[in-house]
């Protein structure tokens, strides 16, 4: 099922079992950000906090967030049964991204029921927290949908960014070049203009999942990717200030724009990012500056909290790793590499690390599927260690994998590949702080690795185990074996 809002959701959540108001009085300072982290590494309920200091006259006085801080939540989202496995919510959201559907533009929309515009402006106004205790500051964009268009096409990108509260009416955010909106960006900074830019606030979960998805969608946007994602086309409406298509539903939307003029920039950073470390040094970066906002009557305001390390979870881990993994499989399959059974990465390591099972079909193809992976729009944050097995190896079963790896991989043999100099992450901190300065180089440095945990078929073929490359499994039991022991296992006195 689609939700129409954010409430509605809400709604769902609670009747789930899934939802807890928080009415204690939390400080916006630290306070919500480890009230999060100790929920979220209880595997526990969505939060709304509804007494935050300094925020019971604000226009806005409440804030949402761990909406999607489990799969059990990934899978309402989607419309899919609570107990959904990752295993089948990845293979939903592969044939859902493949089916885009249009939007339908409406007049106006409950996003539209106050409007805020120029000195009236004051973002300070709604409860931003200081997440972590490093955090450059308060970071009002961290469950967003940052909207911006191609300048010469038309076509909207949605991605989830980073940005932190500067002023009453600024965002400093970290923009990478080598992202859709920093694409965006290069075209508009070439013919010395602004690019203008709003930011979504509150509406179906989908429409975020797909702001922190990678998708390639040429001649269409993020939008029509969440219609197919929700089964329904998504309501849009205009901005106040701009073009731009913003959903008619949502909570609240920010509209500005964005200069290219270094004489602009903020300082901003850094920030308790994916990797789980703190990433993106204080430095001067480019601004959103806001001339509206528009809202719903009492809006809800979202955040969420990065940074995932073992045990450890982000909320972004429960939906990240499962939408990447869908849109990798998906390219595989767009450019043609044949016999891919699956794709998945553990959370934690936010997709870093990634595995593919094939049904191999010829030598060489662990690394059509490295190089396809490598060449997409994943590799800014994805696939910076590829591990590549045979159809018998579970992609979801970390013992099978260590096991694949232990007894299939000869790095003597071809069977470890490095790739130097690519594109990669510019939050990884295990690369030195000058390869990844985004103003510099746009984006960060990684040596990829590929490790082929397929079998080989340059080793020999066993002639006395039936001309195969491996021999039998020592560890299967006969059929006519566990026929007899299945009949007699209550005479062996082992029933528990």
């Known amino acids: 099922m689609a939700f129409n809002d954010l409430r509605e959701w809400i709604e769902r959540l609670e009747v789930e079992g899934e939802f807890k108001r928080i009415e204690a009085e939390v400080d916006w300072e630290l306070e919500i950000g480890a009230i999060t982290r100790k929920v979220l590494g209880q595997e526990g ?22 909406g999607l801080g489990s799969r059990r939540r990934l899978a309402l989202a989607l419309g899919l049964p609570k107990d959904t ?194 990433g993106g040094m204080r430095s001067p970066k480019p601004r959103i500056k806001v001339e509206c906002i528009t809202h719903r009557d009492d809006p809800i305001f979202m955040g969420s909290l990065e940074g995932t390390s073992p045990h450890r979870w982000a909320e972004s881990a429960h939906y990240a790793a499962a939408g990447f993994c869908a849109v990798a499989w998906n390219f595989l399959n767009l450019v043609g590499v044949p016999g891919v059974l699956g794709v998945w990465a553990n959370p934690v390591t936010c997709s870093t690390n990634m595995r593919v099972q094939i049904h191999k079909m010829y030598r060489g193809h662990a690394k059509q599927v490295a190089n396809a992976l490598w060449s997409s729009s994943l590799c800014n944050y994805a696939a910076k260690h590829l591990i590549v097995v045979d159809e018998d190896i579970d992609i979801f079963d970390e013992e099978a994998l260590e096991w694949a790896m232990a007894y299939r991989v000869n790095a003597g043999m071809g069977d470890v590949i490095l790739f130097p100099g690519t594109i ?67 005479e062996y006195g082992l029933d528990s």
Request: proline letters at 7%.
């Open 85 to 278: 496995p990752y295993r089948e919510i990845v293979r939903v959201m592969k044939e859902r991204f493949s089916k885009p559907i249009s939007n339908v533009i409406v007049k106006s929309g409950p996003v539209k029921e106050k409007i805020v515009k120029g000195d009236e402006v004051d973002l300070y106004q709604f409860p931003t927290p200081k997440w972590h205790h490093l955090d450059g500051g308060r970071y009002f964009n961290t469950f967003c949908g940052v909207v911006t268009m191609d300048r010469d096409t038309g076509e909207h990108n949605i991605g989830l960014y980073r940005g932190m509260l500067g002023s009453k009416s600024t965002i400093p955010v970290l923009l990478a070049a080598s992202q859709h909106w920093g694409i965006h960006f290069a075209k508009y900074r070439e013919r010395g203009e602004d690019m203008p830019v709003a930011v979504v606030y509150g509406g179906d979960p989908t429409l975020f999942i797909n702001a922190s998805t990678p998708h390639q969608h040429k001649g269409y946007s993020e939008y029509e990717i969440t219609g197919a994602l929700r089964q329904e086309p998504v309501e849009l409406v205009r901005c106040e200030t701009s073009n731009l298509l913003i959903p008619a539903k949502a909570e609240m939307v920010i509209e500005g724009y964005i200069s290219a003029d270094p004489n602009t920039y903020e300082m901003e950073g850094p920030f308790g990012e994916y990797p789980g470390y703190y």
């Open 424 to 490: 990669g992450s510019m939050l990884d901190p295990s690369v030195p702080l000058e390869q990844r300065n985004i103003f510099k180089y746009g984006q960060g440095k990684w040596t990829r690795m590929l490790i082929d945990a397929t079998k080989n078929w340059e080793l020999e073929r066993q002639e006395q185990y039936g001309g195969d490359i491996y021999p039998p499994l020592a560890t299967d039991i006969t059929p006519e074996t566990e026929e007899l022991i299945t009949r007699r296992w209550k």
């Open 45 to 66: 309920p969505a939060l709304l906090f509804e007494n935050i200091k300094d925020h019971n006259n604000t226009k806005c006085t409440r804030l949402f967030t761990n």
